[in-house]
């Protein structure tokens, strides 16, 4: 049975929790206007149905994660990885493939991606390992950390293929390094090394990019080269968030989604379906809720007790403002599209009771702020 300090739930982030409890249902209500069938067509799929039983299992999860100390998990965090990183190759060879990408386990009951289980593990993972580190770290630590952290699961997601989640963990990993402290002829040399790579290695990083990878940098490019065929998914996104106006169409009165214009309006595309619905006015609320969640995560990080604990509340935090950045940002057309869902609106059950994990660990460190609760 799960206990719970009494005098934690006083400390408990209700504000945290309630913002991305709204966000959710903001998806949910997105979802099923997305999905509904045009002029009462055949039956309305599922999909928003599923996203609330996911919800639940989320909101147990989260409850759950919040009642023990999260310094305990420190001490398992190589297990974590080890395992984070079997699962990483278990999916490579027994993976389900679906839309040309392996990236699902499936048990049978249910399916899930192991790339996301790993972003809970490796925020864990790298936080354990940079909290003992000398600020700034020294040469033979950074290149530890980019090995291990950035290197070998970029090397494995890349190859699901899953080009958006791997180039996010290794850019997360250079932001925990930099947090840490890297010497300053050390960042300019990487940097040096990097650009210089880019040159060199364009050509062998292009070809070695599936067939559909290219044609989306094509597109972010110039999507009017292709209208109708590589540049549709980002030309009806941009249509679908400028019909929106200021005011929005109404709930349940936007078109682009039901009529199936936009390809995949429940995941990676449920922003424009929303603004279509809500306008400037609805989109200007729902970007001020994402960016009060990721002030508060930023502040616990400099309020926690411990460096463990402020390591782990920037990792999440990094998490949380890249995925919204990419999502949005490749909506409207200003960044390619990446398969980055938008956190706690687009469906996907193993994505959302992750990120609940990670809302969970940010709120379990700012619960345990105060000296009182250290043994």
């Not at 729902?286 to 604990?309: H, M, P, Q, V």
Request: hydrophobic fraction near 55%; include cysteine; charge should be positive.
């Amino acid at each position: 049975m799960l206990k719970i300090d009494r005098r934690l739930i006083s400390y408990f982030d209700w504000i945290t929790f309630a913002i991305v409890f709204f966000i959710c249902i903001l998806g949910i209500l997105t979802l099923y206007s997305a999905t509904r069938p045009p002029l009462d067509e055949g039956e309305q799929p599922p999909f928003y149905v599923k996203q609330l039983i996911w919800l639940a299992i989320a909101t147990l999860t989260l409850i759950a994660f919040v009642t023990f100390d999260y310094i305990k998990l420190k001490n398992f965090w190589l297990i974590f990885y080890i395992i984070g990183i079997l699962l990483l190759i278990i999916v490579l060879f027994t993976g389900k493939t679906a839309m040309g990408a392996k990236r699902w386990i499936n048990l049978g009951f249910f399916s899930f991606q192991p790339s996301e289980v790993f972003k809970i593990i490796f925020i864990i993972s790298i936080s354990a390992f940079l909290e003992d580190k000398q600020s700034p770290l020294s040469i033979k630590d950074t290149l530890k950390a980019l090995l291990i952290f950035g290197i070998i699961p970029f090397s494995l997601i890349i190859k699901q293929p899953d080009l958006g989640t791997a180039v996010l963990l290794f850019a997360i990993t250079f932001i925990m390094i930099i947090y840490k402290g890297l010497p300053v002829r050390l960042l300019i040399l990487l940097l040096f090394i990097f650009i210089i790579s880019i040159f060199f290695l364009w050509e062998i990083l292009w070809e070695g990019l599936k067939e559909y990878q290219k044609n989306r940098l094509i597109a972010f490019i110039d999507p009017s080269i292709d209208p109708k065929g590589i540049g549709y998914n980002i030309m009806q996104s941009v249509i679908t968030v400028g019909s929106g106006g200021l005011f929005g169409k109404g709930f349940l009165e936007g078109t682009q989604g039901p009529l199936k214009f936009l390809p995949e309006r429940h995941t990676d595309f449920i922003f424009p379906i929303f603004a279509e619905e809500w306008g400037f006015i609805g989109c200007f609320i729902l970007l001020t809720l994402y960016f009060t969640l990721f002030i508060r995560c930023w502040k616990t990080s400099i309020i926690a007790k411990d460096e463990f604990g402020k390591l782990l509340s920037i990792g999440f935090t990094s998490i949380f403002v890249l995925y919204f950045f990419i999502n949005i940002g490749m909506t409207l057309g200003i960044m390619p599209v990446v398969g980055i869902p938008l956190p706690f609106m687009s469906y996907g059950g193993t994505t959302l009771v992750a990120n609940f994990i990670g809302i969970a660990l940010v709120i379990n460190v700012r619960m345990r702020r105060f000296e009182l609760f250290y043994p």
